[in-house]
T-cell receptor, first 111, second 115 residues
Framework: DAKTTQPPSMDCAEGRAANLPCNHSTISGNEYVYWYRQIHSQGPQYIIHGLKNNETNEMASLIITEDRKSSTLILPHATLRDTAVYYC????????????FGTGTSLTVIP | ETGVTQTPRHLVMGMTNKKSLKCEQH?????MYWYKQSAKKPLELMFV???????ENNSVPSRFSPECPNSSHLFLHLHTLQPEDSALYLC??????????????FGNGTRLTVT
């Protein structure tokens, strides 16, 4: 079972920041938060991951709350090509191999 | 180019056919995965292979049979499928070390239609 909760859909104006929330209230101390996105008819694409510190890369920023029970993915300047389903995942299992995807957030970037 | 190549991209098969899906990763990873994505449903983890050994089988029916001959190749053999098995089948790979697991890298999937 997925251990995360995300809103089913969001809209964002092109050029504005898109802030996608995720709740993971049962996260364990050694579990990372991963974000992926999936554009229609393609495989999911890795975006970013983190443990407890905020992370930034060329695609996005990840803000994790101090209690680690929630996080926010930030796309600083959304473009039309960012329209996709965004998945927040907590890696579970002793081997770390069990990546369970929930239903994600369908983000629509509006011109 | 994701580094994970799946073939074929599209497959239509009858319920009595036998077919195989192929996945090849060019990333030097040591773990490979099969996921199933049905319409309007989350991705379902089917099988996991670590160092060519199957470590996870999430209650997948026996009509799906995985094979991992080496760390770069993964197959999913299909036989006597049902129409509800129609879905996007995704392959992924990652690098597992003593310090943890790298992110998954996915292929673009095989769109399977069972008639």
């Amino acid at each position: 079972d997925a251990k995360t909760t995300q809103p089913p859909s969001m809209d964002c104006a092109e050029g504005r920041a898109a802030n996608l929330p995720c709740n993971h209230s049962t996260i364990s101390g050694n579990e990372y938060v991963y974000w992926y996105r999936q554009i229609h008819s393609q495989g999911p694409q890795y975006i970013i991951h983190g443990l407890k510190n905020n992370e930034t890369n060329e695609m996005a920023s990840l803000i994790i709350t101090e209690d680690r029970k929630s996080s926010t993915l930030i796309l600083p300047h959304a473009t039309l090509r960012d329209t996709a389903v965004y998945y927040c995942i907590v890696r579970v299992g002793n081997t770390g191999n069990q990546f369970y995807f929930g239903t994600g957030t369908s983000l629509t970037v509006i011109p | 180019e994701t580094g994970v190549t799946q073939t074929p991209r599209h497959l239509v098969m009858g319920m009595t056919n036998k077919k195989s899906l192929k996945c090849e990763q060019h990333l030097g990873h040591n773990a490979m995965y099969w996921y199933k994505q049905s319409a309007k449903k989350p991705l379902e983890l089917m099988f996991v292979y670590n160092f060519k050994e199957q470590t996870e089988n999430n209650s997948v029916p026996s009509r799906f049979s995985p094979e991992c001959p080496n760390s770069s190749h993964l197959f999913l053999h299909l036989h006597t499928l049902q129409p509800e098995d129609s879905a996007l089948y995704l392959c992924a790979s990652s690098q597992v070390t003593s310090r943890g697991n790298s992110p998954l890298h996915f292929g673009n999937g095989t769109r399977l239609t069972v008639t």
